[in-house]
């Protein structure tokens, strides 16, 4: 079945860059997410790439996919204290919230 | 624009009652999700609805069945209540058309005790 992998921690100085990186198996895959989640908080869509892209940035975030490997990362540059949270890489063949298969997490943790 | 609102924020519920949950799309959005997040399972898709159909169904015994009313407001329900249901359980807004902007609520935390 689908599955998605990632790391389950991460820990970089302030000011450095993070790279949360994840794999998929679905190359059904159409949509490519991923979700930050702070404690006692719900999910927010930090972005998301269509898997006929190989690259977005906004902002202080850039995602890149490589379709053929079925690798995702996601690179926050300048990382701040309040970057610290879980990161969930995710990704659906559907439009909407509908489907969409999780990592389990990668828990990003910021040094001073 | 008021954001997705879940209700309640927390529920401590007995072994073998039922359970009813809330969730309140953003304004416009046709169709919610709902998700069940434990720390040994993860995030998993329980179901969607859109326009008061069920479109998308995860892999959940049928204890667990929901519903949509003409306003896009959802409905969860757990009946038969077990201690592996305790966790936080997320509902999703989204359009519902090809935009992929999901936007998820704080959700319900649920204790089975």
């Known amino acids: 079945g689908e599955d998605v992998e990632q790391s389950l921690f991460l820990s970089v100085r302030e000011g450095d860059s993070s790279v949360i990186n994840c794999t998929y198996t679905?190359?059904?895959?159409?949509?490519l997410y991923w979700y930050k989640q702070e404690p006692g908080a719900g999910l927010q869509l930090l972005t998301y790439?269509?898997?006929?892209?190989d690259m977005k940035q906004d902002q202080r975030l850039t995602v890149l996919l490589n379709k053929k490997d079925k690798h995702l990362s996601l690179r926050i540059a300048d990382t701040q204290t309040g970057d610290s949270a879980i990161y969930f890489c995710?990704?659906?063949?559907?439009?909407?919230?509908?489907?969409?298969?999780f990592g389990s997490g990668t828990r990003l943790s910021i040094r001073p | 624009k008021a954001g997705v609102t879940q209700t309640p924020r927390y529920l401590i519920k007995t072994r073998g009652q039922q359970v009813t949950l809330s969730c309140s799309p953003i304004?416009?959005?046709?169709?919610v999700s709902w998700y069940q997040q434990t720390p040994g399972q993860g995030l998993q898709f329980l179901f969607e609805?859109?326009?008061?159909?069920?479109?998308n169904k995860g892999n959940f015994p049928g204890r667990f069945s929901g519903r949509q009313f003409s306003n896009s407001r959802s409905e969860m329900n757990v009946s038969t209540l077990e201690l592996g249901d305790s966790a936080l359980y997320l509902c999703?807004?989204?359009?519902?058309?090809?935009?992929?902007?999901?936007?998820f609520g704080q959700g319900t935390r649920l204790t089975v005790v």
């Open positions: 995710a990704e659906s063949r559907y439009s909407s919230a509908s489907k969409i298969i």
């Open positions: 679905d190359s059904s895959s159409t949509y």
């Open positions: 790439i269509f898997s006929n892209m």
């Open positions: 304004s416009g959005h046709r169709s």
């Open positions: 609805y859109f326009s008061e159909t069920q479109r």
């Open positions: 999703a807004s989204a359009p519902g058309g090809m935009n992929t902007e999901a936007f």
